[in-house]
């Protein structure tokens, strides 16, 4: 069974970085692609950042540019460097991989205050 797990959220001030990272377990094959969610209350689930094969990256539009997803190539591991943080940017952010199916972690909560 695949099992995603993320670290790194937090509490952050306006303007600072956080980076969060995310190891997959349970597979020796390669999720594909591995990426990053967030959902704020009362809001649904949105894309923030996916990177595939190849290291094609797409992005949120508003993240881009303050935001950089990267994936270690030879293991299950995806991380994502935040800067600039806004109070716009508070969300509980999930790790996500497909293998064949979709695969979600369970969530870490990072809040920015201006």
């Known amino acids: 069974q695949v099992q995603l797990m993320e670290s790194g959220g937090g509490l952050v001030q306006a303007g600072g970085s956080l980076r969060l990272s995310c190891a997959a377990s349970?597979?020796?094959?390669?999720?594909?692609?591995m990426g990053w969610y967030r959902q704020a209350p009362g809001q649904k689930r949105e894309l923030v950042a996916v990177?595939?094969?190849?290291?094609?990256?797409t992005y949120k539009d508003s993240v881009r540019g303050r935001f950089t997803i990267s994936r270690e190539n030879l293991k299950n591991t995806v991380w994502l460097q935040m800067n600039s943080l806004k109070p716009d940017d508070t969300a509980v952010y999930y790790c996500?991989?497909?293998?064949?199916?979709?695969?979600w972690g369970q969530g870490t909560q990072v809040t920015v205050s201006s």
């Open positions: 990177i595939r094969n190849g290291d094609s990256a």
């Open positions: 349970g597979t020796i094959f390669r999720l594909n692609p």
């Open positions: 996500y991989g497909n293998l064949n199916r979709d695969y």
